[in-house]
C-alpha cells in the first residue's frame, strides 16, 4: 500500500493519534511508514510522519500527528483536535487504565468536533498473555461514538496495516474518488460480469455526484 506514487491526483490527509503513554501509538506508526519497531522507549512530545499511499488506485498523502502520552500540553492537544481528518486512538490491552483513558479521548474528541468525526480505535499489545480488556466490553463501550475498533500487535507485525486501511476507508468515501476512476476505459467482459461491471461503474457515478 505504501511507495511513491504520481501526486497530479492525489489528496492530503491528516491522521491524529492519541493514547496514553507507552500503549504504542509510536511503534504502529513507525511500523507502517519505516517498516522499523522501536528497541527502546521513548516518551513522544509531538512527532510528524507523512507518506505517500495507494489506495483504490488514489494517490493519498497521509500526515500522521503522533501526540504526547499526557495531557501537559493542552495548547498541542486542543490544536491536535481541531486538525485530524481522522483520529486513531490507542490503548493496551493489557493495561485498564489506558483504556479508561481512551474512553475519555473518544469522548473528548466527539465533544470538541462532533459526532460524525470518525474514530479508530485500537487495542495494542495483543501478543501479551495478560489481557486485562476483552473485546466485548470494549466493542459495548466505544460503540456509543462513531468508532471503528481493532486490534493490533506491533512488536509482533499483526494487524498493523489494517488499522491504516480502515483509516483510509474511513476517510476517502467515493465521493473523493477522482472522475478518471469513474471514466476510465471499460476492461473487455462478457456475460453477468460485464452487466456487474456496468452496475457498480453506474453507482460510483451516481456516488460521486451526489
Request: proline content about 4%.
Amino acid at each position: 500500500m505504501t511507495g511513491k506514487l504520481s501526486r497530479s491526483n492525489s489528496v492530503t490527509k491528516r491522521v491524529v493519534f492519541f493514547g496514553a503513554a507507552q500503549v504504542g501509538k509510536s511503534a504502529i506508526i513507525r511500523h507502517f511508514t519505516k517498516k522499523s519497531f522501536p528497541a527502546h522507549y521513548q516518551p513522544t512530545v509531538e512527532d510528524m510522519y507523512d507518506c505517500d499511499v495507494e489506495y483504490k488506485g488514489m494517490s493519498v498523502r497521509l500526515d500522521i500527528l503522533d501526540t504526547a502520552g499526557s495531557y501537559v500540553f493542552p495548547a498541542m492537544r486542543r490544536l491536535a483536535l481541531n486538525s485530524g481528518d481522522l483520529f486513531v486512538v490507542v490503548y493496551s490491552s493489557d493495561n485498564r487504565q489506558s483504556y479508561l483513558e481512551a474512553l475519555r479521548t473518544c469522548a473528548e474528541i466527539t465533544e470538541v468536533r462532533g459526532h460524525d468525526v470518525p474514530i479508530v480505535v485500537v487495542a495494542n499489545k495483543t501478543d501479551l498473555t495478560e489481557q486485562t480488556v476483552l473485546r466485548p466490553e470494549a466493542e459495548l463501550m466505544f460503540c456509543q461514538w462513531n468508532t471503528f475498533t481493532t486490534e493490533c500487535s506491533a512488536a509482533d507485525e499483526w494487524l498493523v496495516n489494517r488499522v491504516f486501511d480502515k483509516c483510509l476507508s474511513l476517510m476517502l468515501p467515493c465521493s473523493e474518488y477522482p472522475l478518471e476512476l469513474l471514466s476510465s476505459p471499460q476492461p473487455a467482459r462478457s456475460g453477468v460480469v460485464k452487466a456487474v461491471w456496468l452496475q457498480l461503474r453506474q453507482s460510483l457515478k451516481k456516488c460521486h455526484l451526489s
